[in-house]
């Protein structure tokens, strides 16, 4: 689940080095695209999931182009406070009346729960979708990653975008696409998410956003395994914190895993450490 | 002598400040509301230059600064109600210089836990520190929702009450003179111009032998202090603590204040508090009932507006002259 998220994240700052804090809002409008689809359109899933991806993909383009491209030269600061800006404006737009509202909606089932116990451990059919989707969605990357001509584009963009568009590179488009292809996986996320736990509404976008952000630095920002990994360790200790201490701890005890791995892995688990030059 | 000078100097605008108010709410000029207003942008002004020091004159990235906000509220509410509250009578003497008292436990107390967050994390550098301060500002989120289960008076997720209203106009007009006097000295001091050459090139820094982590520790627990204070004037304003008042939302409103002013620029954050809390407040009072909810749809487009057209912030490098250097004057 975090690990969906977790991927965009690292995904845009590999290659921009900008927290995109409008992730977790591009995340919301995805389940609620779907919640559309599926409420007054009928759609069946597969439909719902083209819509949720490339509404997601298609929104996450024009805040790249409208908000984050002029600032590519700035400050960086700068570009980081906008991204706080149009999270907050996605918020609290689609929490007008006029677009989404401000209320929790029921998300519709698109099929029945089955539960069913294997070796002792009672597993939903929910839970097996989330994971195969994380996972079919993690080897895609990586395909397009490693194994593509964009990828490639991706991953020389990332090291040196100046180079990468002296030789040949189209670092617009390239850009797009990192951002179209993140917010993709937000749109799925947001799917999932909406069928695992049938209640959105417009700011549930802000905890998971921020866990995902967290779980991709635990793994190494920039690094596409170490997002999942990052993820899964999140999940767990949540978890296990639910179960053996008590809910309200939940997030507390999360971070401080976090603050522990940085301070003797400063650029997560998997990450690079950089050498520093004059 | 020329101490004296200088002190009478820094009481003119506050004298100025807290005399121009009183004169206006007597007249009836002013509502109550527009005072209660005013006294939260010098609140916001004077934990925003706190940030200013940490991320505007340091370079320290910080995402955690509502945490010793929240810190220095938390403390000094506390203080305030285990010594003072059985008094009940605000204009007593003792109750206002308790009340200074606990203000400055309050600075004291975020300091001190700036030091102990700042020892281990400040080797971290650009965005991992301000991760690992985002996550300190979550913990401590927790921290206080979880508060009442050590020490009931705190209240924990229910929010703390019975706090005594102390904040007034002299008061915050007091803390924000002193704190610009304090933060202009410090920034034109050696210190300050340590700090800022960390913040333009560490290893730069480091080579003309300045001790760089020690440099970073002290910017940030100064920083942190200015926060602490600000928490404790805000506690004894709203009489109302609640652990939501101090997530991470809360740092990013002072970041913002601090960008849009303009990094490492006093006067940007000054007229940026100021312009952000009236901003907030008025158009409550100006939008009819209701449009109310365009409230937050309007102030992130302006932003966005601001840092495309202006991204080095809205003062850029210009201050006000009274913040200036001796030499540049």
Request: charged residues 10%.
């Amino acid at each position: 689940m975090y690990a969906l998220i977790a991927l965009g994240y690292t995904m845009v700052y590999g290659i921009v080095r900008l927290i995109n804090f409008a992730h977790g809002d591009v995340f919301m409008v995805g389940a609620f695209l779907a919640f559309y689809a599926i409420e007054k359109f009928r759609l069946p899933l597969p439909a719902v999931l083209a819509v949720a991806v490339g509404g997601c993909a298609l929104l996450a383009i024009v805040i790249e182009r409208v908000a984050y491209k002029p600032l590519r030269n700035a400050p960086r600061i700068a570009a980081l406070i906008t991204a706080i800006g149009v999270s907050l404006f996605l918020e609290y737009f689609t929490a007008l009346h006029q677009v989404f509202g401000p209320n929790f909606y029921a998300f519709p089932r698109p099929f029945e729960v089955v539960s069913r116990e294997i070796g002792g451990i009672t597993v939903t059919n929910i839970q097996g979708i989330i994971l195969l989707a994380t996972f079919g969605c993690l080897g895609a990357l990586q395909y397009v990653v490693h194994r593509t001509n964009l990828g490639r584009g991706m991953r020389a963009v990332s090291y040196d975008f100046v180079t990468a568009g002296l030789m040949g590179v189209n670092v617009n488009a390239v850009i797009s696409f990192t951002f179209g292809l993140g917010a993709a996986l937000a749109g799925v996320g947001g799917v999932l998410y909406g069928i695992a736990y049938p209640q959105i509404n417009t700011f549930m976008g802000v905890m998971p956003g921020l866990k995902a952000f967290t779980a991709a630095v635990l793994g190494g920002i920039g690094s596409i395994p170490g997002a999942v990994i990052g993820a899964l360790i999140m999940g767990q200790s949540e978890t296990l914190t639910t179960a053996y201490l008590s809910s309200t701890y939940r997030d507390g005890i999360a971070f401080i895993l976090l603050i522990a791995v940085l301070l003797f892995r400063p650029t997560g688990i998997l990450g690079k450490a950089r050498t520093e030059k004059v | 002598m020329g101490t004296l000078k200088n002190i009478g100097k820094a009481l003119l605008p506050f004298g100025v400040i807290a005399g121009g108010m009183a004169l206006l709410t007597g007249r009836e000029l002013l509502n109550p509301y527009w005072v209660q207003i005013f006294q939260l942008a010098c609140v916001v002004a004077v934990s925003a230059l706190g940030l200013n020091l940490i991320y505007g004159f340091t370079g320290l990235f910080s995402l955690g600064h509502a945490a010793f906000y929240g810190v220095g509220a938390y403390t000094a509410a506390l203080l305030m109600k285990l010594y003072v509250g059985a008094y009940g009578d605000e204009a007593f003497l003792p109750a206002q210089a308790a009340f200074l008292g606990s203000l400055a436990a309050g600075g004291i107390a975020a300091a001190l836990l700036a030091c102990l967050v700042g020892l281990p994390t400040l080797r971290l550098t650009s965005d991992y520190l301000g991760i690992a301060t985002l996550g300190f500002g979550v913990i401590m989120k927790v921290i206080f929702d979880n508060a009442d289960s050590f020490l009931p008076q705190l209240g924990g997720a229910r929010g703390m009450t019975g706090i005594v209203k102390m904040t007034s106009v002299p008061w915050v007009a007091l803390c924000l003179v002193a704190a610009v006097v304090i933060a202009r000295n410090l920034v034109h001091s050696s210190y300050g111009r340590a700090l800022i050459s960390i913040r333009e090139d560490e290893i730069a820094a480091s080579t003309m032998g300045i001790d760089t982590f020690r440099y970073k520790v002290l910017g940030f627990t100064a920083g942190c202090a200015f926060a602490g204070v600000a928490g404790g004037l805000y506690a004894h304003l709203y009489t109302f603590l609640h652990p939501s008042n101090f997530d991470f939302f809360k740092s990013f409103d002072v970041l913002m204040i601090v960008v849009l002013g303009g990094l490492g620029n006093m006067s940007g954050t000054l007229v940026a508090s100021f312009g952000w809390i009236f901003l907030l407040e008025g158009l409550r009072v100006a939008l009819p009932p209701e449009y109310i909810e365009l409230r937050w749809v309007m102030i992130p487009v302006l932003l966005i507006a601001t840092m495309l057209l202006r991204p080095q912030g809205l003062f850029g490098f210009r201050e006000f002259p009274f913040l200036r250097s001796r030499g540049d004057r």
